[in-house]
Protein backbone atom coordinates (compact mmCIF):
# COMPACT_ATOMS: atom_id res chain seq x y z
CA UNK A 1 0.00 0.00 0.00
CA UNK A 2 1.39 3.56 -0.90
CA UNK A 3 0.19 6.95 -0.38
CA UNK A 4 -2.55 6.58 1.60
CA UNK A 5 -1.50 4.91 5.17
CA UNK A 6 -1.06 7.99 7.76
CA UNK A 7 0.57 6.63 10.92
CA UNK A 8 3.87 5.61 11.89
CA UNK A 9 4.52 2.40 12.82
CA UNK A 10 7.34 0.63 14.76
CA UNK A 11 7.33 -3.33 16.31
CA UNK A 12 10.09 -5.39 17.75
CA UNK A 13 10.65 -8.59 19.99
CA UNK A 14 10.46 -7.26 24.01
CA UNK A 15 13.68 -8.74 24.68
CA UNK A 16 17.02 -9.25 22.92
CA UNK A 17 19.71 -10.74 24.55
CA UNK A 18 23.51 -11.22 22.92
CA UNK A 19 26.23 -12.77 24.65
CA UNK A 20 29.01 -15.84 24.38
CA UNK A 21 26.82 -17.52 27.49
CA UNK A 22 23.64 -16.79 26.93
CA UNK A 23 22.21 -20.56 26.75
CA UNK A 24 23.76 -21.32 30.03
CA UNK A 25 21.84 -18.48 31.33
CA UNK A 26 18.40 -19.06 29.29
CA UNK A 27 16.49 -19.76 32.23
CA UNK A 28 16.64 -16.33 33.85
CA UNK A 29 15.21 -14.80 30.52
CA UNK A 30 12.88 -17.77 29.33
CA UNK A 31 11.59 -18.30 33.04
CA UNK A 32 8.76 -15.92 32.80
CA UNK A 33 7.09 -17.01 29.70
CA UNK A 34 6.06 -20.74 31.49
CA UNK A 35 6.88 -24.03 32.61
CA UNK A 36 6.40 -25.92 29.64
CA UNK A 37 8.16 -25.05 26.35
CA UNK A 38 7.88 -27.05 22.59
CA UNK A 39 12.01 -27.17 21.44
CA UNK A 40 12.01 -27.53 18.12
CA UNK A 41 15.22 -27.93 16.08
CA UNK A 42 16.78 -30.30 13.84
CA UNK A 43 19.08 -33.35 14.89
CA UNK A 44 22.02 -31.23 14.22
CA UNK A 45 20.95 -28.03 16.27
CA UNK A 46 19.68 -30.14 18.94
CA UNK A 47 23.27 -31.97 19.65
CA UNK A 48 25.25 -28.96 18.93
CA UNK A 49 23.47 -26.64 21.60
CA UNK A 50 19.90 -28.15 22.59
CA UNK A 51 20.90 -31.13 24.50
CA UNK A 52 22.73 -27.84 26.49
CA UNK A 53 19.39 -25.36 26.64
CA UNK A 54 17.23 -28.44 27.43
CA UNK A 55 19.18 -29.45 30.79
CA UNK A 56 19.58 -26.11 31.70
CA UNK A 57 15.79 -25.33 31.52
CA UNK A 58 15.04 -28.41 33.34
CA UNK A 59 17.47 -27.95 36.29
CA UNK A 60 15.55 -24.84 36.19
CA UNK A 61 12.44 -26.71 36.81
CA UNK A 62 10.93 -26.39 33.61
CA UNK A 63 9.50 -28.95 31.31
CA UNK A 64 10.51 -29.27 27.48
CA UNK A 65 8.76 -31.08 25.00
CA UNK A 66 11.29 -31.73 21.87
CA UNK A 67 10.10 -32.05 17.92
CA UNK A 68 12.62 -32.65 15.50
CA UNK A 69 12.20 -29.90 12.36
CA UNK A 70 11.82 -31.71 9.24
CA UNK A 71 13.87 -29.34 6.84
CA UNK A 72 11.19 -26.71 5.63
CA UNK A 73 9.20 -24.30 6.55
CA UNK A 74 6.26 -25.09 4.75
CA UNK A 75 2.15 -25.43 6.03
CA UNK A 76 2.45 -29.26 6.42
CA UNK A 77 5.14 -29.14 8.97
CA UNK A 78 3.75 -26.08 10.64
CA UNK A 79 0.44 -28.16 11.43
CA UNK A 80 2.25 -30.96 12.51
CA UNK A 81 4.25 -29.42 14.87
CA UNK A 82 1.72 -27.76 16.01
CA UNK A 83 -0.62 -30.86 17.31
CA UNK A 84 2.42 -32.59 19.16
CA UNK A 85 2.49 -28.78 21.01
CA UNK A 86 -0.88 -28.88 21.61
CA UNK A 87 -1.36 -32.04 22.98
CA UNK A 88 1.38 -31.37 25.63
CA UNK A 89 -0.61 -28.24 26.53
CA UNK A 90 2.58 -26.42 25.79
CA UNK A 91 2.88 -22.39 27.36
CA UNK A 92 5.38 -21.70 24.70
CA UNK A 93 7.54 -22.28 21.83
CA UNK A 94 11.60 -22.21 21.70
CA UNK A 95 13.09 -22.09 18.18
CA UNK A 96 16.93 -23.39 18.30
CA UNK A 97 18.43 -23.06 14.85
CA UNK A 98 18.22 -21.37 11.46
CA UNK A 99 15.87 -18.87 9.45
CA UNK A 100 13.71 -21.97 8.24
CA UNK A 101 13.49 -23.91 12.12
CA UNK A 102 12.84 -20.27 13.38
CA UNK A 103 9.82 -19.26 10.56
CA UNK A 104 8.45 -22.46 11.20
CA UNK A 105 8.37 -21.91 14.87
CA UNK A 106 6.83 -18.79 14.48
CA UNK A 107 4.27 -20.12 12.72
CA UNK A 108 3.33 -22.89 15.50
CA UNK A 109 3.44 -20.21 18.37
CA UNK A 110 0.83 -18.29 16.69
CA UNK A 111 -1.06 -20.76 16.28
CA UNK A 112 -1.32 -21.91 19.23
CA UNK A 113 -1.63 -18.46 20.67
CA UNK A 114 1.36 -18.33 22.90
CA UNK A 115 4.71 -16.51 23.01
CA UNK A 116 7.95 -17.63 21.30
CA UNK A 117 11.48 -17.68 21.90
CA UNK A 118 14.18 -17.42 19.33
CA UNK A 119 17.26 -18.61 19.96
CA UNK A 120 19.38 -18.51 16.28
CA UNK A 121 22.00 -20.83 16.35
CA UNK A 122 23.51 -18.99 13.52
CA UNK A 123 23.45 -15.26 12.31
CA UNK A 124 22.48 -16.23 9.10
CA UNK A 125 19.01 -14.72 8.56
CA UNK A 126 17.09 -11.79 10.01
CA UNK A 127 14.23 -13.79 10.61
CA UNK A 128 14.53 -13.95 14.77
CA UNK A 129 13.00 -10.83 15.29
CA UNK A 130 10.24 -10.41 13.24
CA UNK A 131 6.54 -11.58 13.28
CA UNK A 132 6.15 -12.75 9.45
CA UNK A 133 7.54 -16.09 8.38
CA UNK A 134 8.63 -16.66 4.84
CA UNK A 135 7.07 -20.52 3.94
CA UNK A 136 7.91 -22.47 1.28
CA UNK A 137 6.50 -25.51 -0.52
CA UNK A 138 7.76 -28.64 0.62
CA UNK A 139 10.21 -28.98 -2.60
CA UNK A 140 11.60 -25.53 -1.62
CA UNK A 141 10.06 -22.67 -3.76
CA UNK A 142 8.82 -19.54 -2.31
CA UNK A 143 5.34 -20.01 -1.05
CA UNK A 144 3.90 -16.83 1.15
CA UNK A 145 4.68 -14.34 4.17
CA UNK A 146 2.93 -14.87 6.60
CA UNK A 147 2.02 -12.27 9.70
CA UNK A 148 1.63 -12.51 12.93
CA UNK A 149 0.01 -10.46 16.13
CA UNK A 150 3.29 -10.43 17.94
CA UNK A 151 6.55 -10.67 17.40
CA UNK A 152 8.73 -13.33 19.03
CA UNK A 153 8.83 -12.01 22.96
CA UNK A 154 12.47 -13.05 23.86
CA UNK A 155 15.45 -13.26 21.32
CA UNK A 156 18.37 -14.39 22.08
CA UNK A 157 22.03 -15.35 20.47
CA UNK A 158 24.83 -17.17 21.78
CA UNK A 159 27.54 -16.48 20.18
CA UNK A 160 29.62 -18.93 21.35
CA UNK A 161 27.24 -20.76 19.44
CA UNK A 162 27.38 -18.31 16.57
CA UNK A 163 31.05 -18.40 16.00
CA UNK A 164 31.69 -22.37 15.66
CA UNK A 165 29.06 -22.18 13.01
CA UNK A 166 30.40 -22.45 9.45
CA UNK A 167 31.51 -18.84 8.26
CA UNK A 168 29.39 -19.12 5.10
CA UNK A 169 26.14 -18.88 7.24
CA UNK A 170 27.20 -15.44 8.61
CA UNK A 171 28.25 -14.65 5.37
CA UNK A 172 24.85 -15.06 3.91
CA UNK A 173 23.68 -13.20 7.00
CA UNK A 174 25.67 -10.38 5.50
CA UNK A 175 23.93 -10.35 2.55
CA UNK A 176 20.30 -10.75 3.59
CA UNK A 177 21.03 -7.06 6.50
CA UNK A 178 23.41 -5.43 3.06
CA UNK A 179 19.92 -5.74 1.61
CA UNK A 180 18.24 -4.19 4.69
CA UNK A 181 19.10 -0.28 3.95
CA UNK A 182 19.63 -0.71 0.14
CA UNK A 183 15.60 -1.68 0.25
CA UNK A 184 14.48 0.57 3.10
CA UNK A 185 16.03 3.77 1.98
CA UNK A 186 13.83 3.60 -1.75
CA UNK A 187 10.42 2.88 0.02
CA UNK A 188 9.73 5.36 2.91
CA UNK A 189 6.33 6.02 1.14
CA UNK A 190 4.98 2.62 1.17
CA UNK A 191 3.75 0.86 4.36
CA UNK A 192 5.77 -1.52 6.04
CA UNK A 193 5.44 -5.53 7.52
CA UNK A 194 3.26 -3.61 10.67
CA UNK A 195 0.85 -1.77 7.63
CA UNK A 196 2.11 1.93 8.93
CA UNK A 197 4.88 4.04 7.63
CA UNK A 198 8.41 3.75 8.66
CA UNK A 199 9.27 6.02 11.13
CA UNK A 200 13.25 7.68 11.47
CA UNK A 201 14.05 5.26 14.13
CA UNK A 202 13.50 2.37 11.14
CA UNK A 203 15.30 4.32 9.39
CA UNK A 204 18.20 5.25 11.64
CA UNK A 205 18.41 1.52 12.33
CA UNK A 206 18.85 0.31 8.59
CA UNK A 207 21.62 3.12 7.60
CA UNK A 208 23.55 2.10 11.07
CA UNK A 209 23.23 -2.05 9.73
CA UNK A 210 24.94 -0.92 6.42
CA UNK A 211 27.64 1.08 8.23
CA UNK A 212 28.34 -1.89 10.64
CA UNK A 213 28.67 -4.26 7.87
CA UNK A 214 30.96 -1.75 5.98
CA UNK A 215 33.17 -1.77 9.20
CA UNK A 216 33.43 -5.17 10.38
CA UNK A 217 31.90 -7.45 7.76
CA UNK A 218 35.03 -8.78 6.47
CA UNK A 219 36.93 -8.41 10.03
CA UNK A 220 33.96 -10.26 11.35
CA UNK A 221 33.65 -12.74 8.50
CA UNK A 222 37.63 -14.21 9.77
CA UNK A 223 36.88 -14.05 13.00
CA UNK A 224 34.11 -16.78 12.05
CA UNK A 225 36.64 -18.63 9.94
CA UNK A 226 38.38 -19.47 13.13
CA UNK A 227 36.05 -19.75 15.60
CA UNK A 228 36.89 -16.54 17.45
CA UNK A 229 34.24 -14.25 19.10
CA UNK A 230 35.88 -10.83 18.41
CA UNK A 231 34.09 -7.37 18.84
CA UNK A 232 33.82 -7.15 15.56
CA UNK A 233 31.62 -10.61 15.28
CA UNK A 234 29.75 -9.32 18.53
CA UNK A 235 28.79 -6.29 15.92
CA UNK A 236 28.33 -8.35 12.92
CA UNK A 237 26.26 -10.65 14.68
CA UNK A 238 23.80 -7.80 15.98
CA UNK A 239 24.00 -5.78 12.98
CA UNK A 240 22.35 -9.50 11.09
CA UNK A 241 19.93 -10.40 13.69
CA UNK A 242 18.46 -7.39 15.54
CA UNK A 243 19.33 -4.47 13.44
CA UNK A 244 18.58 -6.02 10.36
CA UNK A 245 15.35 -7.58 11.45
CA UNK A 246 14.17 -4.59 13.00
CA UNK A 247 15.17 -2.63 10.01
CA UNK A 248 13.46 -4.72 7.22
CA UNK A 249 10.27 -5.30 9.19
CA UNK A 250 9.37 -2.00 10.48
CA UNK A 251 11.42 -0.09 7.40
CA UNK A 252 10.48 -2.54 4.27
CA UNK A 253 11.61 -4.40 1.51
CA UNK A 254 11.81 -3.78 -2.12
CA UNK A 255 13.06 -5.45 -5.38
CA UNK A 256 15.93 -7.25 -3.50
CA UNK A 257 13.66 -9.67 -1.87
CA UNK A 258 10.78 -10.03 -4.40
CA UNK A 259 14.04 -10.88 -7.05
CA UNK A 260 15.04 -13.24 -4.56
CA UNK A 261 11.50 -14.88 -4.41
CA UNK A 262 11.14 -15.09 -7.83
CA UNK A 263 14.80 -16.88 -7.96
CA UNK A 264 13.91 -19.53 -5.84
CA UNK A 265 11.76 -20.84 -9.11
CA UNK A 266 15.55 -22.06 -10.42
CA UNK A 267 16.23 -25.16 -8.87
CA UNK A 268 19.84 -24.93 -8.71
CA UNK A 269 19.23 -22.28 -6.06
CA UNK A 270 17.48 -24.33 -3.81
CA UNK A 271 20.85 -25.27 -2.34
CA UNK A 272 21.63 -21.85 -2.13
CA UNK A 273 21.10 -19.73 1.21
CA UNK A 274 18.76 -17.06 1.48
CA UNK A 275 20.92 -14.02 1.96
CA UNK A 276 23.37 -15.41 -0.96
CA UNK A 277 20.29 -15.37 -3.28
CA UNK A 278 19.69 -11.99 -1.52
CA UNK A 279 22.31 -10.38 -2.21
CA UNK A 280 22.52 -11.07 -5.95
CA UNK A 281 18.81 -9.39 -5.51
CA UNK A 282 20.97 -6.40 -3.68
CA UNK A 283 22.82 -6.24 -7.15
CA UNK A 284 19.71 -5.94 -9.27
CA UNK A 285 17.79 -3.39 -7.62
CA UNK A 286 20.90 -1.33 -7.06
CA UNK A 287 20.69 -1.54 -11.25
CA UNK A 288 17.30 -1.38 -10.93
CA UNK A 289 17.30 2.23 -9.04
CA UNK A 290 19.96 3.72 -11.13
CA UNK A 291 22.84 3.15 -8.82
CA UNK A 292 26.29 4.86 -10.09
CA UNK A 293 29.23 2.82 -10.75
CA UNK A 294 30.82 3.62 -7.86
CA UNK A 295 28.37 2.55 -5.86
CA UNK A 296 27.87 -0.56 -7.00
CA UNK A 297 31.59 -1.45 -6.95
CA UNK A 298 31.32 -0.34 -3.31
CA UNK A 299 28.86 -2.64 -2.71
CA UNK A 300 30.46 -5.36 -4.97
CA UNK A 301 33.78 -5.14 -3.11
CA UNK A 302 32.27 -6.07 0.80
CA UNK A 303 30.17 -8.54 -1.49
CA UNK A 304 33.25 -10.64 -2.65
CA UNK A 305 34.94 -10.03 0.33
CA UNK A 306 33.21 -12.24 2.72
CA UNK A 307 32.54 -14.74 -0.72
CA UNK A 308 28.62 -14.11 -0.87
CA UNK A 309 27.57 -14.46 -4.97
CA UNK A 310 27.32 -11.44 -7.11
CA UNK A 311 26.17 -13.53 -10.24
CA UNK A 312 23.76 -16.08 -11.16
CA UNK A 313 26.37 -18.71 -12.07
CA UNK A 314 27.91 -18.31 -8.24
CA UNK A 315 24.52 -18.93 -7.73
CA UNK A 316 25.01 -22.79 -9.26
CA UNK A 317 22.76 -21.12 -12.38
CA UNK A 318 25.49 -21.49 -15.09
CA UNK A 319 23.19 -21.63 -17.91
CA UNK A 320 19.94 -19.99 -18.33
CA UNK A 321 17.36 -18.91 -21.04
CA UNK A 322 15.78 -15.71 -21.29
CA UNK A 323 12.54 -17.52 -20.77
CA UNK A 324 13.77 -18.87 -17.18
CA UNK A 325 14.48 -15.59 -16.39
CA UNK A 326 11.50 -13.93 -17.46
CA UNK A 327 10.01 -16.36 -15.35
CA UNK A 328 11.63 -14.72 -12.01
CA UNK A 329 11.14 -11.31 -13.46
CA UNK A 330 7.30 -11.78 -13.35
CA UNK A 331 7.22 -13.66 -10.11
CA UNK A 332 9.21 -11.13 -9.09
CA UNK A 333 6.54 -8.68 -9.94
CA UNK A 334 3.91 -10.80 -8.63
CA UNK A 335 0.63 -8.13 -7.53
CA UNK A 336 1.43 -8.70 -3.60
CA UNK A 337 5.66 -8.34 -3.81
CA UNK A 338 7.32 -5.97 -1.77
CA UNK A 339 8.89 -4.70 -5.36
CA UNK A 340 5.86 -2.54 -5.88
CA UNK A 341 6.96 -0.21 -2.88
CA UNK A 342 9.23 0.93 -5.25
CA UNK A 343 8.67 4.23 -6.48
CA UNK A 344 10.57 4.25 -9.77
CA UNK A 345 8.52 2.08 -12.86
CA UNK A 346 7.93 -1.44 -12.80
CA UNK A 347 6.97 -4.08 -14.86
CA UNK A 348 8.23 -7.65 -15.87
CA UNK A 349 11.04 -5.90 -18.68
CA UNK A 350 12.24 -3.60 -16.73
CA UNK A 351 12.98 -6.15 -14.04
CA UNK A 352 14.18 -9.06 -16.84
CA UNK A 353 15.88 -6.33 -18.04
CA UNK A 354 17.96 -5.19 -14.39
CA UNK A 355 18.48 -8.78 -13.92
CA UNK A 356 20.50 -9.21 -16.44
CA UNK A 357 22.42 -5.99 -16.07
CA UNK A 358 23.15 -6.95 -12.87
CA UNK A 359 24.92 -10.29 -14.14
CA UNK A 360 26.71 -8.32 -16.23
CA UNK A 361 28.08 -6.11 -13.67
CA UNK A 362 28.67 -9.02 -11.42
CA UNK A 363 30.68 -10.39 -14.16
CA UNK A 364 32.37 -7.20 -14.66
CA UNK A 365 33.87 -6.93 -11.17
CA UNK A 366 34.54 -10.43 -10.49
CA UNK A 367 37.15 -10.24 -14.06
CA UNK A 368 38.61 -6.79 -12.56
CA UNK A 369 39.54 -8.51 -9.48
CA UNK A 370 40.77 -11.42 -11.19
CA UNK A 371 37.96 -13.50 -9.41
CA UNK A 372 36.87 -15.14 -12.52
ZN1 LIG B 1 15.68 -11.67 4.06
Redesign the pocket.
Known amino acids: MKNVVTEKLFQSPSKYIQGPSAIKNAPIYLGSLGKTALLTADDVVYKIAGAALTSSLEQAGMKVVYVRFNGEASSAEIARVQDIGAQNKVEYVIALGGGKTIDTAKAVADKLGVPSAVLPTTAS??APCSALSVLYTPHGEFDRYSFFNKNPTVVLVDTSVVAKAPARFLSAGIG?AL?THVEAREVRNAANFGGGLPTLLAGAISARCEEILFKYGKLAYESNKVGAITPALEAVVEANTLLSGLG?ESGGLAAA?AIHNGLTALEPTHKMM??EK?NFGTVCQLILCNASVEEIDRYLELMTSVDLPVTLAQLGVTSVTDEELGHVAELACAPNETIWNLDCVINVDVVFNAIKGAEAAGRSFLLKKGLL
Do not use: C, I, K
Request: hydrophobic fraction near 35%; proline fraction near 0%.
Open positions: TDDAFHHGV
